[in-house]
């Protein structure tokens, strides 16, 4: 292709920070900038490639990206913009392309305000300095607005610009979510499917045969801004999102901030941050899911249950354990076995070998009908004797609650005196320095100890003070485990629902055959309340004994 023949590139971007700058960096103003500049120096043949809203710190920008499609397949003989800044502000990238891709091409490059034409040496003597200063406005906004960004996160501000899929932003405070009741159902449904034992896979599958919308596509009927491409199936649930939306804190009614960062402005790769660096601020916004419910899921998800090769899962996957090493029991089965054959044996047995840890072998089958039978007789028994039971369980819960309490009461207190304390000896270390009894360096080793201690201090007594909070708080779990167990008047069948309900673990002991019989201990961790005293546990056997009897 002729060079006469060859488009002349008239680039315009403008991004969210250059409109603060006033009109004249507009697109339009851009654009009859450069129309007028190409018309009185006869260029032609002219195509305009604009980038509105689009920053200047990278170059995934549609039209960018289009017009250097085009000059590679060497259809593009000149492009000309406004100023280098128009071009991008990351000088390395901005070089690469005006010192080697526009040359080895043969594209002039023109910036008209920054008096650069490549056809000009003369010209191009100062272009790294102009690019380098273009990248550091870049740099001084990316530093103000992380600034910000921490200042907003750190006040309880949510940092999110759209609100999770079961919120809308308040009609009169965007900052305040409201309750959308149509699509808090789907999120309450997920999490129930959860607790009957659903996995995220099997739970995108229901939903999409249920032809219930996706996240995405429900957000954008509604006329809501929506961050994805829209699926081609508007139904095409998938594992990743379900999973995403039952690890949401939010759902709960708190704020959670500073969940991930980026490791700099060049790079749009988000990074998750560990969890004790979140900020939690509870109780913003109206729960969908109560707190108990949540936790009870992340302990499912945290324990997944994989099938076997056969297809087959059992409900005590990820809720049995192996009572001498701590560690999970493996489900095993196969095509060949009978439903009866099914069974369980430590994970540290089989990786490690016997004389490690026994295999505590128990049958699925055996299993099942023990912890069915208990949880009988425990409901049995509360149902008669509700009174007594929370008394009983109530005076030794209360006696545990109120020395851990006081334990954390007790740290507590020591790290707010040591915090104070650092204040005090810092007062003092910069009074020594000021007054030349100590140098500044010494000055500046000992303040960022101090500095440093005090940081973690910080991080220990809010820590604390949430375990003390929450501590507090499950002092009334008796009455939460009384509540579920009144759900279950006559049971008759363990599912997977009623057993997450109830049962945080069971704990397998490996079987006692001293007696010529084979003898195997269950222990059964409940929900909310944890191990039963023994006390509690004869007395409802009694008064299993008794009820039979009469």
Known sequence: MKQSDKITALYCRLSRDDESQGDSNSIVNQKAYLSRYAKEHSFRNTEFFVDDGYTGANFQRPDWQRMMALVEEGKIGTVITKDMSRIGRNYLEVGMYTEITFPQNNVRFIAV???????????????????????????????????????????????????????????????????????????????????????????????????????????????????????????????????????????????????????????????????????????????????????????LRRNKRRPARTGKSNLFSGVAYCADCGEKMYYCTSRNFEERQDHFVCSTSRKKGKDVCGTHFIRAVILEKGVLKFLQILLWYISDCEDLFRNKLGAKRKEDFKKELAAKRRQLTQAQRRMEELDRLFKRLYEDNISGKIIDSRFEKLSADYENEQAELTEKTQLLEQEITQQEKEADSIEQFILRAKKYPNLQELTPAVLHDLVNRVYVSAPDKSSGQRVQDVNISLACIGFLPESIIAEMLTHASKSRTA
């Open 113 to 299: 305000n920054s008096g650069v034409d490549s056809a000009n040496q003369q010209d191009n003597e100062f272009v790294p300095f102009v690019n380098i200063i273009n990248e550091y406005y870049v740099r001084d906004g990316s530093k103000k607005v992380r600034t910000s960004l921490r200042l907003k996160g750190e006040s309880g501000e949510h940092l999110t610009t759209i609100p999770p899929y079961g919120y809308v932003k308040g009609p009169d405070n965007s900052e305040h979510w409201l309750v959308d009741p149509e699509a808090a159902q789907v999120v309450k449904r997920i999490f129930s499917l959860c607790m009957d034992g659903n996995g995220p896979t099997q739970i995108a599958r229901m939903l999409k045969e249920d032809h219930v919308l996706t996240p995405t596509v429900y957000q954008d009927r509604q006329k809501r801004k929506v961050r994805c491409a829209l699926p081609d199936n508007p139904y095409n649930w998938n594992g990743s999102t379900v999973a995403a939306i039952l690890e949401r804190m939010e759902y709960c009614g708190h704020t959670v901030n500073f969940k991930t960062h980026r490791q700099s402005y060049k790079i749009k790769k988000t990074i998750e941050n560990p969890p004790e660096q979140w900020k939690i601020f509870r109780n913003t916004h109206e729960a969908i899911v109560d707190e108990d419910t949540f936790r009870r899921v992340q302990e």
